[in-house]
């Protein structure tokens, strides 16, 4: 028994309810039962329990995000007894879509209250996929008129947009489904994202590789849509096609736990599959770590930057570089960096730069 929790959002007018509609007709199509929890503000808003009826902004957004809890549980609850072998619930936003509404005070005294820190609201789900509103690239299709309770204009919803996005930026599998294409190429290509997710086409990644100058930190963790993380990997015994680590993101009681085994087909594309482990399978899985390698200490920035999604890994045994990784739906979808970024050269398909030989030359790869 397979299940998967998910989250759909994405700002003003960026297709939502139609991809809802479409995810549960396309994944039943593919032998998923699909779960979707509904939006809670709307039932909320509409059954009179509204920020602006409230005591506080703060009072609501703890109502919401309770009740929000709650529907999230009994659906996955509910999974349980389905029998069913592949169920994928999806969420109609996720908790973490609530900060965008509050201040950092707010949002921080919400959180103490729920007994949850942010990067288990953010981490909680599976993946996020997240649709750019219409206003950022479709202007001419943004509109007021599908949605009563929609009030934003098109610079509004564009920089509400932007707030989603940093919002999830953090997430280890956050995608960006932008307005490249148009409306039905989005929303199929969202599906092929999910698709790739849940490991039913072949979970091909594209993924590019570039060294960078050290960046500035206070640049970056002054960004809105950037994320630190911290993260430390061991990797196991495998085969010399294959390969396999264990990793931690967090610390402490908020650790996450991950599996991941990749299988590389060219220079550009890697075949990965992902799975969570509770704490005390990575403590298992550990006994089976390669002694030739080190384990991998650094700080990801998690940056998203015109709908791209880098990150940054700074390691400290390197005091002048970093590596930069990118994503890729295409091989030719051309990498926009920000102008603070310096890049000293691609080194995709290079080995002395994986990570699985930085844990066993820490010191070995250099200009």
Known sequence: MSISKIVITGGPCGGKTTALSRIQRDLSHLG??????????????????????????????LFQMTLQRQKEEIFERAARTMGDKKILIVCDRGEMDNKVYMSDGEFASVLEQLGFN?????????????????????????SLENNEA??????????????????????????????????????RRLIREIAYFLGELHPYEIERK????????DWLEGMEACERVEISQHYL?????????IRRRGSGESSMY????????????TMRMQRRLTEGEYHM???????????????????????????????????DQAIAEIELSSEDTPVAFPPELHV??????????????????PRGATH
């Open 32 to 61: 998923y039962t699909v779960l979707i929890v509904p939006e809670t503000a709307t039932s909320l808003i509409s059954g009179g329990v509204a920020p602006w009826t409230c005591g506080t902004n703060s009072d609501y957004q």
């Open 118 to 142: 942010e990067a288990e609201l953010r981490d909680g789900y599976d993946a996020v996929f997240h649709l750019v509103t219409a206003a950022k690239g479709a202007e001419e299709f943004y």
């Open 344 to 361: 000293i050269r691609e080194v995709t398909g290079d080995p002395r730069y994986r990570n699985a030989s930085i844990a066993a030359h």
């Open 258 to 269: 991950y599996l991941t085994e990749k299988r590389l087909v060219d220079g550009h594309k």
């Open 150 to 187: 929609r009030y934003e204009t098109v610079e509004q919803a564009a920089e509400m947009d932007d707030k989603f996005i940093a919002a999830w930026t953090g997430h280890p599998y956050l995608r960006v489904i932008d307005n490249s294409t148009d409306f039905e190429g989005k929303m």
């Open 237 to 245: 015994r495998s085969d010399p096609d294959e390969e396999i680590r």
């Open 210 to 217: 570039f060294l960078v100058e050290f960046p500035d930190l």
């Open 285 to 319: 899985l550990l006994v089976q770590a390669d002694p030739k390698r080190r384990e991998i200490v650094k700080t990801r920035y998690c940056l998203t930057y015109k709908n791209q999604y880098f990150e940054i890994d700074v390691f400290p045994c390197w005091s």
